[in-house]
């Protein structure tokens, strides 16, 4: 259950955020993807985000692995990446996270959006999206 009551949308479950991502993007068949720990199975992560090199890493608060998403990593070596901060209870806590693909017709990823859900709060949110203008994209959607 979503309560979509105030300014922010809180939920208790991390799958809400696919509710979430449908709304905000404007688009109810984009495709969104689980990002899970790769090393120990486990969801909750630390954001660093990259707002204007549009580039993020998760790092997760279980095992302390982290991992650069999708394309991120073409230009992560400029990134000045910050850790991403719930605009709701202000920590830098942690996060559910997903990544949203809306496709075009001939399947490749036109846009990312990245789903996240405060963990402390429960506040759904996007902190990051951006525009892929090359294809095929199938090896950087694995990516994750
Ligand atoms: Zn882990
Ligand atoms: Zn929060």
């Given amino acids: 259950m979503i309560d979509k009551s105030g300014?922010?949308?809180h939920s208790e479950c991390a799958d809400d955020i696919d509710e979430y991502l449908k709304e905000y993007s404007e688009n109810p068949s984009i495709d969104i993807n689980s990002v899970v720990c790769r090393s120990c199975g486990k969801d909750i992560f630390k954001l660093w985000v990259d707002y204007d090199e549009?580039?993020?890493?998760?790092?997760?608060?279980e095992c302390g692995s982290?991992?650069?998403l999708l394309d991120c990593v073409d230009v992560w070596e400029d990134?000045?990446?910050?850790?991403?901060?719930?605009?709701?209870?202000?920590?830098?806590?942690?996060?559910?996270?997903k990544a949203g693909f809306i496709r075009?017709?001939?399947?490749?990823?036109?846009?990312?959006?990245?789903?996240?859900?405060?963990?402390?709060?429960?506040?759904?949110?996007?902190?990051?999206?951006?525009?892929?203008?090359?294809?095929?994209?199938?090896?950087m959607e694995n990516n994750i």
């Fill in 7 to 9: 300014q922010y949308w």
């Fill in 54 to 61: 549009e580039a993020i890493q998760v790092e997760c608060t």
């Fill in 66 to 68: 982290k991992k650069i």
């Fill in 79 to 97: 990134a000045s990446p910050e850790l991403c901060k719930c605009p709701v209870c202000r920590k830098t806590g942690s996060y559910n996270v």
């Fill in 104 to 139: 075009k017709e001939n399947h490749n990823v036109k846009w990312i959006y990245i789903g996240n859900r405060c963990t402390d709060c429960g506040v759904l949110g996007s902190c990051l999206d951006w525009k892929i203008s090359y294809e095929p994209t199938d090896e």
